[in-house]
């Protein structure tokens, strides 16, 4: 395995641009998940995908994000109309559910976002 | 799933055992109790994870109490390295649905010389 990767690493940019994140997660993990951590805090869940199926979104997905899994492979979070307090590290987790793993999350080294 | 409480930070000398406590008073009987750390700017990196019995890999031991209402992660010779927050996490394990993970605001290790 070569882990979770994110793709950027870092983000600038201004207030009203609009920003996409990837993430590839572990080959052949299933599940994968996007969290959004602010400064001092834990991460904090947002969406999560079952294969190619967005199952749960959090209350902290707002209209202007949006979060696809077109094939069952890497995932792009989008967030539209960047707001300052959309300023954030994104963790992007995976896991597999099959066979006899135990549905334990990895995380990618995350997207540091930082809006002006 | 159930709430954790950890003590915000601790400090500890290098070469000597780590041990973080955790209580879960409300743990239910299908929950799993996880410990994740997150270094500085990285994201979080899986420890180890335990239902009832004790659990030792390459990185930790995990020790839960019979009553499984608290748990102790042991770093049994801490280095600079392992200065990170750790977090004590209690979700259900894998089933047909997935569980996302709920972090507090964990317990900030430092290792000293």
């Known amino acids: 395995d070569t882990g979770v990767s994110q793709d950027p690493r870092h983000k600038i940019t201004k207030r009203g641009q609009n920003v996409t994140f990837r993430c590839d997660p572990i080959?052949?993990?299933?599940?994968l998940y996007w969290y959004r951590q602010t400064l001092g805090q834990g991460p904090e869940f947002l969406t999560y995908?079952?294969?190619?199926?967005?199952?749960?979104k959090s209350r902290l997905l707002s209209d202007r994000f949006s979060a696809e899994r077109p094939k069952g492979s890497f995932s792009t979070l989008e967030i539209q109309r960047t707001e300052q307090g959309d300023s954030a590290m994104y963790l992007c987790?995976?896991?597999?559910?099959?066979?006899?793993?135990?549905?334990?999350?990895?995380f990618g080294p995350g997207t540091r976002l930082t809006v002006l | 799933d159930a709430k954790t409480t950890q003590p915000p930070s601790m400090d500890c000398a290098e070469g000597r055992a780590a041990n973080l406590p955790c209580n879960h008073s409300?743990?239910?009987?299908?929950?799993?109790v996880y410990w994740y750390r997150q270094i500085h700017s990285q994201g979080p990196q899986y420890i180890i994870h335990?239902?009832?019995n004790n659990e030792t890999n390459e990185m930790a031991s995990l020790i839960i109490t019979e009553d499984r209402k608290s748990s102790t992660l042991i770093l049994p010779h801490a280095t600079l390295r392992d200065t990170a927050v750790y977090y004590c996490?209690?979700?259900?394990?894998?089933?047909?649905?997935?569980?996302?993970?709920?972090f507090g605001t964990g317990t900030r290790l430092q290792v000293t010389l």
């Open positions: 080959s052949e993990h299933n599940r």
């Open positions: 987790a995976s896991s597999s559910s099959g066979g006899h793993s135990t549905d334990t999350q990895y």
């Open positions: 335990g239902l009832k």
């Open positions: 995908f079952q294969n190619e199926a967005q199952l749960e």
């Open positions: 409300t743990i239910s009987g299908n929950e799993y």
């Open positions: 996490i209690v979700r259900v394990g894998r089933t047909g649905t997935a569980s996302k993970l709920t």
